[in-house]
């Protein structure tokens, strides 16, 4: 549970970096770039769970053809901490069933593929995603990036949660997370 918890506190300390740089223009999207508007929407009902960001994403997910889940997307924030894990899978769980388009792109590449990873919440998602990653380019990177994650779940399940088990949890996410985006400069 505070494996959870912690990691949820490092989720949320860089959702909020890139939600104050979004802050001004959160809908203003980016109308060439489908995928880049979903993940926005997408992690904007997230970071702010609320009716409004929610009936955003689902107009978009019309206007787009994408399948919105049935069950109805939990929001609202946990009434106490014990119950913040359960919350946050559900909403992961729920956010990551629209398929990110990066996925869906065509041709498919490694780097529209390591992105769509990247657009991913849940460890089930992302752990699945890796696999099909792996099936479909097969590669030292790939396998690196596949145990980076590994490591950086391993690291989260073990933490404390302090301050410095924190930043030590940020800098292997980030490390992780420079790992996948060396596809895009490539």
Not at 17 to 34: F, V
Not at 159 to 181: F, G, H, I, T, V
């Amino acid at each position: 549970m505070a494996w959870f918890i912690t990691f949820l506190a490092i989720a949320l300390i860089v959702a909020t970096a890139g939600a104050k740089h979004r802050a001004s223009r959160r809908y203003n999207l980016p109308l060439e770039n489908s995928a880049l508007s979903l993940a926005i929407l997408k992690e904007n009902l997230l970071e702010n769970s609320n009716e409004y960001a929610l009936q955003k994403l689902k107009d978009f997910a019309t206007e787009q053809n994408l399948t919105i889940p049935m069950e109805e997307y939990p929001l609202g924030k946990a009434k106490n901490i014990e119950l913040d894990d359960d919350v946050f899978l559900k909403q992961a769980t729920w956010l990551d069933s629209i398929v990110p388009l990066e996925f869906k792109e065509e041709p498919q590449t490694e780097k529209t593929f390591a992105n769509g990873i990247l657009r991913l919440y849940s460890d089930d998602a992302i752990f699945k995603a890796l696999k099909e990653f792996a099936q479909k380019f097969p590669s030292e990177k790939q396998q690196k990036m596949e145990q980076g994650y590994r490591t950086l779940c391993e690291l989260r399940d073990n933490s404390k949660a302090d301050y410095d088990s924190l930043e030590k949890l940020r800098m292997e996410k980030e490390k992780w997370e420079k790992l996948a985006r060396e596809w895009f400069t490539a």
